[in-house]
């Protein structure tokens, strides 16, 4: 493979277009192809590695907003157009993800709470009704809970929902605003959703 340094050594243009200060988007943009090191869905950025540039690769969340997404698991294979920036390089524009190869990690789990006061939301499903629209009002998957809200309901009632719930329903995470179904049961403390779909 062709590294970049050789690249610009062979055209004479591109060297040129090294020199001063060129407009964005047009010095030193490059096809990469790599694997994301790792992304910080709470911090909105990660890295990847590849081989085609000496050194890795800065991935920010707005860059994944055409591919509907706001991160990427570890091991993603990644092909993008890269830029050299103050910091080094980053990626501009995000052409493909390919999630065959990525790691998905066990989300950390959160210490259990004594017996007592712990309700499991499958215990729940035969109080449960019939599922209905909401939609996310926040999910943290690092906790382990987040909440839900009907939609229509002028009250804007929190439903709590666990990890759990979303494990079954075949979900790793939810996004605000993220429009779901969900049956509702009455907790202890609350309402809680105890089977939830996407819709």
């Known amino acids: 493979m062709t590294s970049r340094r050789e690249m610009r050594s062979e055209d004479p243009a591109a060297e040129r277009a090294g020199e001063g200060e060129a407009a964005p988007g047009e010095d030193g943009v490059v096809r990469v192809t ?59 524009k995000v052409l493909s993800i390919d999630l065959s190869s990525a790691v998905v990690a066990a989300p950390a789990r959160a210490p259990a709470a004594p017996k007592g006061e712990r309700v499991d939301p499958a215990a729940l499903l035969d109080a449960a009704g019939a599922f209905e629209p909401v939609r996310v009002k926040w999910f943290n998957r690092l906790k382990g809970y987040g909440f839900v809200v009907r939609e229509g309901d002028d009250d804007d009632q929190d439903i709590f929902v666990h990890m759990e719930t979303v494990r ?32």
């Open 34 to 92: 790599g694997t994301m090191k790792w992304f910080d869905a709470t911090r909105g950025f990660g890295f990847l590695v590849s081989g085609d540039v000496d050194g890795d690769v800065l991935v920010h969340f707005s860059v994944l907003k055409e591919h509907d997404r706001r991160s990427l698991p570890e091991g993603a294979v990644v092909e993008c157009l890269v830029a050299h920036q103050e910091r080094g390089l980053q990626a501009r």
């Open 168 to 199: 079954r329903g075949g979900l790793s995470d939810l996004i605000p605003d993220e429009p779901l179904r969900a049956r509702i049961a009455q907790g202890r403390k609350g309402p809680l959703a105890v089977e939830i779909e996407p819709r």
